[in-house]
């Protein structure tokens, strides 16, 4: 089944401050969640946010701060298991396309709650990044194995689109290039 725009929200999971320049190819990562969320604003897909402790790690950084329409303090590696996590997804939303860090940590604790409660979860794996790149392709592989699609940044603003014709597609098509 393709990724569907009405259906979706985009969650970005904890592209924090502090944590972002020990993350292993760091600046590509953040650079193909920027291009996610800005493909979901043109195509109306909701984006939601977390931080954990960001007393810690400080906010998310700038450029996909203002990205998101809800962000979520927490502290607890999954953040399905935050108490607040709910009001993140939209009603009808029922796909979660997945990116973060730490791959191996908060992004896969939180894939596999979303997996345990039934939404068809996304997982954008050139937007996500741990310290160790052996640590990111091991929660790729668990991820999957807990029922998550993986999946590329092109390959969901494609399905977003479904279309040529689409009149976002031009400009979806030069945030590729």
Known sequence: ?????????????????????AIHGGEQVVANAARLAEGAGLLEVPVA?????????GPTVPELAGSAQLVLAKTAFGAVSDP???????PGRDEVVVTGCEAHVCVLQTVIGLSETGRRVVLVADAIGSR???????AVRRAREHGAEVVTTEMV????????????????????R
């Open 1 to 21: 089944m393709l990724i569907s725009a009405t259906r979706s929200v985009l969650l970005l999971v904890d592209f924090q401050a502090r944590l972002m320049p």
């Open 49 to 57: 946010a977390t931080e954990q402790n960001p007393d810690g790690l």
């Open 84 to 90: 607040g996590f709910e009001t993140l997804l939209p």
């Open 132 to 138: 160790d790149p052996a640590n990111r392709d091991a």
């Open 157 to 176: 603003l494609f399905e977003w689109l479904r279309d040529s014709t689409h009149p976002r597609f031009r400009e979806v098509q030069k945030m590729i």
